[in-house]
């Protein structure tokens, strides 16, 4: 049994109480109505606070989050879980991405799921937000996560695919809610017939962008998507999500660095800069575009070195 809160709109509350009209019980003094479903008691105020209360709250509640940021960023503090029983403790898919600000080589997206008892052998082992870790211990804590089996998708768009498309008027925003899309629903396929209560994206922009990017290429997104700011501080999916996505660009970088036989830095400092001159010295500014994403201000920048 447990208390939760969420605050919502005037619109939704009596979108609420339309929803469980049937479902009625006697309210208490305040309250505007008071349901019961699924087990759940759903009270209803007109200040648009609804209290849930009862065992399987998580999933209740998230019917009605429709936009989470939306309302996170208007109250400053999000409804969502500061208990054991919600989200971030229940079995649940993160995902994330790697390599947006970098230069020279990919994106880079990862989806991975957990279920309850991995959730917290993750967080023992020290998986956390990848920005806090070194990159020795980011990919310790990939192979442990490929250790454990647990499901996981990781997807990469190299950069020539990368140049094509944002050339063909794709956004990086696009970019990354496709690659989103896909790493969620392979690991849905993985995962066929065991339980998620949700799916926490890493937010990168708001969710109807999101939602725009995919229906222009007539893909919808999954029920219970929710969209958080620095998620992987708050879910170990989105954690491990991040470490396996950090891993992989740092893999693919590699690579691209010994086929360049040039150092390729990561972000998109000076250095960068410096070593886009040396890359077109070496191979030829076609080859650039195999290597960098070439729409950086950084591309320009390169030729005073030249
Ligand atoms: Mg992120």
Redesign the pocket.
């Known amino acids: 049994m447990s208390n939760h809160v969420l605050h919502v709109d005037e619109k939704q509350l009596l979108e609420m109480e339309k929803h469980y009209g049937n479902k009625k019980i006697p309210a208490p003094p305040g309250a505007l109505f008071r349901v019961k479903s699924n087990d759940v008691v759903i009270t209803g105020y007109q200040s648009g606070k609804v209290l849930f209360q009862g065992k399987n709250v998580a999933k209740e509640m998230l019917k009605w989050d429709r936009t989470p940021m939306g309302r996170v960023q208007e109250s400053k503090a999000s409804y969502v879980p500061q208990s054991t029983d919600t989200l971030f403790h229940r079995a649940h898919i993160g995902s994330?991405?790697a390599g947006t600000g970098d230069y020279f080589g990919p994106i880079t997206v990862a989806a991975v799921f957990l279920e309850e008892e991995k959730i917290a052998e993750l967080k023992q082992l020290g998986v956390r937000d990848s920005k806090t870790l070194s990159d020795a211990s980011i990919k310790r804590l990939a192979q442990e996560v490929i250790r454990l089996d647990i499901p996981y998708s990781s997807l990469v768009l190299h950069n020539g695919k990368y140049n094509d498309l944002q050339q063909a008027g794709w956004s990086q925003g696009k970019m990354k809610a496709v690659m989103h899309h896909y790493a969620i629903q392979h690991v849905l396929q993985k995962i066929k017939g065991k339980k998620t209560e949700g799916i926490i994206i890493?937010q990168?922009c708001e969710p109807a962008v999101y939602r725009r990017h995919l229906k222009s290429e007539n893909l919808q997104i999954e029920e219970n998507t929710h969209f958080l700011t620095k998620a992987?501080s708050k879910s170990i999916a989105v954690a491990a999500a991040?470490i396996i996505a950090r891993t992989r660009f740092v893999d693919e970088l590699d690579k691209l660095a010994l086929k360049a036989d040039v150092e390729l830095p990561k972000g998109a400092g000076e250095n960068v800069d410096r070593q886009i001159a040396n890359l077109i010295r070496k191979h030829g500014e076609k080859a650039l575009y195999l290597y960098g994403k070439v729409h950086f201000a950084n591309t320009k920048k390169a030729y005073q070195y030249l």
Do not use: G, L, R, T
């Open positions: 994330d991405e890493d990168f992987e991040s």
